[in-house]
């Protein structure tokens, strides 16, 4: 974990697909009431659908929970979900924006359009995380993190329930750790720690 000894990491997305409810429970619900860093995740949904993730979330985890609104100012402490059927970007000005725009890797919301506009917008100090899921979607997303000096995490897919989407990132970019939910747990409270 070399790699995040001196890196300030004011945010962290993080990406997933079939299986990813189960991930980002194992993943999430360890972490502590005092963690401050915010989160902003993306799990691919069926259109048309009400999302459940935040009544699903906000009694497992000790950090707040809520469905990102457009306009909304990203706050600490605080796990953002995108919400069915609309794209979920991060502004210069580290507020959401929503929109309909057509889906990209088949996905609305993606994770590419997620993690691209939040590496623009944080730049060096961003994390970004892809779990387990079935399509290539989040590849393009962290690979413009890696680029913009971010700090880029893969699930090892060794573990993932479906290996396709973390296999996919490591083809295309080289992330800066390959680990076990367990292991990025761990890192999150290290990141979080490194952010005051």
């Keep these: 974990m070399q790699a995040t000894k001196e890196q300030r990491i004011e945010a962290v997305v ?6 990813g409810v189960h991930a980002l429970l194992a993943l999430l619900s360890g972490l502590p009431g005092s963690f401050r860093l915010p989160i902003v995740a ?3 949904l069926p259109e048309g659908r009400d999302s459940l993730l935040v009544e699903i979330f906000q009694h497992r985890l000790a950090i707040a929970v809520r469905e990102a609104a457009d306009k909304e100012s990203i706050a600490p402490a605080t796990l953002y979900f995108a919400g ?3 794209h ?5 000005d580290r507020s959401f924006s929503l929109s309909c725009e057509a889906p990209v890797n088949y996905s609305r919301p993606s ?14 100090s961003l994390a970004g995380i892809l779990l387990t899921g ?3 979607d989040g590849a393009a997303g962290l690979a413009k993190i890696r680029q913009q000096g971010g700090l880029t995490v893969v699930q090892d897919p060794a573990e993932a329930q479906v290996a396709t989407m973390p296999q996919a990132a490591i083809r295309k970019l080289h ?11 761990s890192l999150l409270l290290k990141l979080d720690g490194n952010s005051c």
């Design 84 to 86: 069915s059927g609309y």
């Design 14 to 19: 993080i990406g997933a697909s079939a299986g």
């Design 111 to 124: 994770i590419d359009v997620l993690m691209e506009s939040a590496a623009d917008a944080y730049g060096a």
């Design 88 to 92: 979920l970007s991060v502004e210069m």
């Design 42 to 44: 993306v799990l691919h």
């Design 134 to 136: 079935a399509n290539f």
């Design 175 to 185: 992330p800066n750790l390959i680990l076990t939910l367990d292991g990025i747990r």
